[in-house]
């Protein structure tokens, strides 16, 4: 079972004030990850639905995805679960994930860390595989955020 913890940082110009209504306007978020298909609001700030829509290796996979936000400190802080499964695969995901903002220089400090396992088919195809799959995502992610958020360099 391929399973990893993750952990990124960016420093961006804009205030934790005007970095917090971007970051939890999931829509826009999910628009930044090539893999996330449509998200459905179950309810505001607490429960969605997605589907991930990839390819690994000869797999194509298309998981249903429920996320749970599992704490939220309003202006700084989201910690969220996110599980699923692709039956035609028999693979399952999950994730355990915290978004945190820290005033940092004038502008802010955005911090992703979390946890990631695999299991089922998808999984076979290796740890090294998988986790290039999650670097891809959080490059995807950070690249969007920088542009959005006026990234520091």
Not at 113 to 129: D, K, L
């Amino acid at each position: 079972m391929p399973s990893a913890e993750f952990s990124r940082e960016i420093d961006v110009s804009a205030s934790p004030e005007k970095c917090w209504p971007v970051l939890i306007d999931v829509d826009k978020v999910a628009s930044w990850v090539s893999i996330v298909g449509d998200v459905e609001e179950i309810e505001h700030l607490s429960r969605y639905r997605t589907v991930l829509l990839d390819r690994f290796g000869p797999f194509k996979l298309k998981a249903d995805v429920d996320v749970d936000v599992t704490d939220l400190e309003e202006g700084s802080r989201v910690r969220f679960h996110a599980s699923g499964t692709d039956r035609q695969v028999n693979s399952t995901i999950d994730v355990e994930a915290e978004l945190r903002l820290e005033p940092h220089d004038g502008g802010t400090r955005i911090v992703v860390s979390g946890r990631y396992s695999v299991i089922g088919t998808v999984a076979t195809m290796g740890a090294g595989t998988i986790q290039k799959k999650a670097d891809t995502i959080l490059e995807e992610f950070f690249g969007a955020a920088a542009a959005e958020l006026g990234a520091l360099v």
